[in-house]
Each structure stands twice: as structure tokens, then as C-alpha cells.
């Protein structure tokens, strides 16, 4: 499995402004390469190489293989979309691969830049002390308010899945993020909690209209984005340890179409924080989590889990009295509606191959 691992490096001044330098550069030349690649209608690689190759070594004064990385940048941008004309930021990533790039140890790490080869230190704890050895590919160089990270590929073993008699079905909420078939919830009330005080800053700050408050409102859009994908994290990592130690496999609902169908039973009121919700992001989690830990996971068709009573399997919506209630008008059976689907998921996961 392909994973993403940060290195925070501590350039000094002088290497620091080599990298700076050598990032512009790259993203400079990278969107004249697209332009050219937009023009022509071409993102073969090869092709653009032929147009582009001597420019980047003359006029950018680009390293042979950092030209080579930047016609790939540009390349698999335009590729992806290829109704507009890509562009890059100044400070957007620069793509290092194992000829460029090459680790010294586990303090250094040795970067190719428009000055020759810099040796940067860099920072790691314990986790990363211990993936240094499955570091494979590519790297990201990237630049974030003031700080330099590397952003390592790392090809991690998959065990293989557990064996497992039992389902965990794990219905996805916006009042909980994540309700289990038999029964504990992941509250989003603290994510809803932190969503409200930022949206109330905001407007402040947006009235406001200086630069500070245009800093302040980056730097906070920043922090809610952080705040929710440790929460997402931390949800997941619970999750997948659940079904670990009780020998259950994962059922988790598909996400096409997740938006409409959870808008659809939403108040009003309740539309800002679905909108703000990291669906494909806890799914993600869970996914690579599960894998990691032998535990296996299906993915299945949600509709009518909310709708279908988990007793006697009568389906209507009726049966959903409110966003938390559930109540079968056949059998008078009532549960939490979250459970419910849950369970009703878990069910599911059966009829998948």
C-alpha cells in the first residue's frame, strides 16, 4: 500500500532561499509548459520534451532532471483536465524523485537545487524513524506558512485480512459522524462546536476587510481543516481498532451520491454543517486503516438502510420520525435511527462478493 509521510526540514538561511528560489523556478517553468502543452492540445510527455526541453535548460537554467520533472508536472495537469489551460502557484509543489533527491542517514537528506546539491537537515520522531526504511519513489517538496516538508511516498505490507464470521456496519451522520451497528456513536458535536465559532470569526473578519484579517481568515481556514481531520482520524482509528479486536470485518456505505441523499433529510439549519462535512475524508481513513490493520472491508449500496426497519425489514419512509428517531409503522419497532441503518448496512455487506 502507497502511503504519504511528512519530513519537516530545517534548511538554514542560505539553503533555505536555494530551495525557495529553485520551487519558483520550477512552478514558473512548469505553467509555460502548460500553456505550451494547452496550445498544441498535447500532453504527451515525450512531445513536449522535444518543444520544450532546451528552454527549460537555457532560460530557466532547470538541472537536466528537474526539467524532466517539470514537463511531467505539467504534462499530468493538463491531462486531467483538458478543457483549461493549468497554472502554478509560486510556491506549489516540487517534485523530487530518487535521482534528484537521495537520503543521508537519518538527519539529512540531500536535494537538488538551480545551485547544485544542498544537504537539509530534518526533523523526525519515532513514527518516522521507523518508515525510513519504506521510503520508495517520489517526494513532494512542499512550503507551508514559512516551513519547508517533504512529502515521502512510502510502500507499506498489507497483512493479510482476518478471517471473520461477523459484520460491523457503520452508518455516516451529520449529528454523529459515525453511528456502529451495535450502537456507539461518534459524536460531531465538537466539530460543530468549532465549525460555529469559525463562521462567526469569519464574518467578523471578512467585514473587516484588512490585510491582517485576510491573513487571519487563511490562517483560520487552516486550522478548522486541521481540527477536522484529526477528528476524522481519530474516529476512524477507533473504529478499525473495534472491529480488530472483536474479529469483525467493516460494512461502510457508498459515497456516491452521499450529499444529496443526507441533504435531503436535513433542516435548514443544518445545511451549513453537511456542507462542511468530510465525507470522502473518514472513508479514506477508514479504508487505508482497515487495510493496514487485516481487517476487511465492503462497501454497499445505502439505499433505503435509513428507511428499512431492522427488525421485520418493512420499507417507508414514514418509519423515519425524525433526524434521531426511528419507529416501524408495520411492527412498532423504534431504535435509534442511526443504529438502525447501521445495522441495516452491516446486513448488507453479506450480499457482497
Avoid at 497554472?87 to 534528484?100: C, H, I, M, N, Q
Avoid at 542517514?105 to 546539491?117: C, D, I, K, P, Q
Avoid at 431492522?310 to 435511527?337: L, Y
Wanted: aromatic share 6%.
Amino acid at each position: 500500500m502507497k502511503q504519504t509521510m511528512l519530513l519537516k526540514l530545517a534548511p538554514t538561511t542560505e539553503q533555505a532561499q536555494a530551495l525557495l528560489d529553485t520551487m519558483h523556478t520550477f512552478n514558473r517553468a512548469a505553467t509555460s509548459v502548460a500553456a505550451i502543452a494547452f496550445a498544441e492540445k498535447s500532453a504527451d510527455k515525450f512531445s513536449l520534451q522535444k518543444l520544450v526541453y532546451g528552454e527549460l535548460r537555457t532560460t530557466y537554467k532547470l538541472p537536466a532532471q528537474l526539467a524532466i520533472r517539470c514537463i511531467s508536472k505539467a504534462s499530468e495537469a493538463y491531462k486531467r483536465d483538458k478543457s483549461i489551460q493549468p497554472t502554478f502557484k509560486p510556491e506549489g509543489a516540487l517534485v523530487y524523485d530518487e535521482r534528484v533527491m537521495s537520503f543521508k542517514g537519518l538527519t539529512t537528506v540531500s536535494l537538488l537545487t538551480l545551485s547544485g546539491r544542498v544537504l537539509v537537515p530534518f526533523l523526525i520522531g519515532s513514527y518516522q524513524e521507523s518508515r525510513m526504511g519504506s521510503i520508495k519513489g517520489q517526494a513532494d517538496l512542499l512550503y507551508r506558512h514559512g516551513t519547508f516538508y517533504l512529502a515521502v511516498t512510502l510502500d507499506v505490507p498489507t497483512p493479510a485480512p482476518d478471517e471473520v464470521t461477523e459484520t460491523l456496519g457503520i452508518d455516516l451522520g451529520i449529528i454523529n459522524l459515525a453511528t456502529d451497528s451495535e450502537g456507539e456513536t461518534f459524536s460531531g458535536h465538537g466539530v460543530e462546536q468549532v465549525r460555529t465559532r469559525h463562521h462567526a470569526l469569519r464574518q467578523r473578519l471578512q467585514k473587516r476587510g484588512t490585510k491582517s484579517a485576510k491573513r487571519h481568515l487563511k490562517n483560520l481556514s487552516g486550522r478548522e481543516k486541521r481540527f477536522r481531520t484529526n477528528t476524522n482520524h481519530v474516529i476512524s482509528k477507533r473504529i478499525v481498532h473495534k472491529a480488530k479486536a472483536t474479529r469483525q470485518a467493516l460494512a461502510i456505505e457508498e459515497l456516491r451520491h452521499i450529499r444529496p441523499r443526507t441533504e435531503a433529510r436535513l433542516r435548514h439549519s443544518q445545511r451549513a454543517r453537511h456542507s462542511s462535512w468530510a465525507f470522502g475524508q473518514l472513508r479514506h481513513f477508514l479504508s487505508y486503516k482497515a487495510a493496514l490493520a487485516g481487517v476487511p472491508l465492503h462497501t454497499v449500496d445505502p439505499r433505503n438502510t435509513s428507511r428499512t426497519c431492522s427488525e421485520c425489514g418493512h420499507c417507508a419512509k414514514a418509519n423515519r420520525k425524525s433526524q434521531a428517531a426511528f419507529v416501524c409503522q408495520a411492527c412498532s419497532h423504534t431504535d435509534n435511527a442511526d443504529r438502525n441503518a447501521a445495522i441495516n448496512i452491516s446486513r448488507a455487506s453479506v450480499m457482497v462478493p
